[in-house]
């Protein structure tokens, strides 16, 4: 017999950082980005095996892992 909320996702924690600088550039307003994704490098489960006869039926799978990521972007007239 299966336990209330058993099948549920568990918890996870999950910390994305980023730092932008803003910089005036031939009369317009630039921002430059550099972000890590998932930080912390928590393997955040984001699927379920739902294939009845896999042998890990039902098990946590998935996830996103660590990643870093660099933009530039327009913003607008100084």
């Known amino acids: ?3 209330p909320n058993g099948y549920r996702y568990p918890s996870y924690f999950n910390l994305n950082i980023g730092l932008e600088k803003r910089f005036p550039f031939r009369g317009y307003q ?3 980005r550099v972000a890590v994704v998932n930080f ?3 393997n ?3 699927a379920v095996i739902n ?3 896999a042998p ?3 098990m946590f799978s998935g996830g996103q892992a660590r990643a870093f990521t660099a933009r530039i ?3 607008g007239r100084k």
């Open 30 to 32: 630039w921002a430059a």
């Open 44 to 46: 955040d489960c984001n």
């Open 73 to 75: 972007r327009f913003v």
């Open 51 to 53: 294939n009845v006869d």
């Open 40 to 42: 912390t490098g928590s």
């Open 56 to 58: 890990n039926f039902l």
């Open 1 to 3: 017999m299966a336990v």
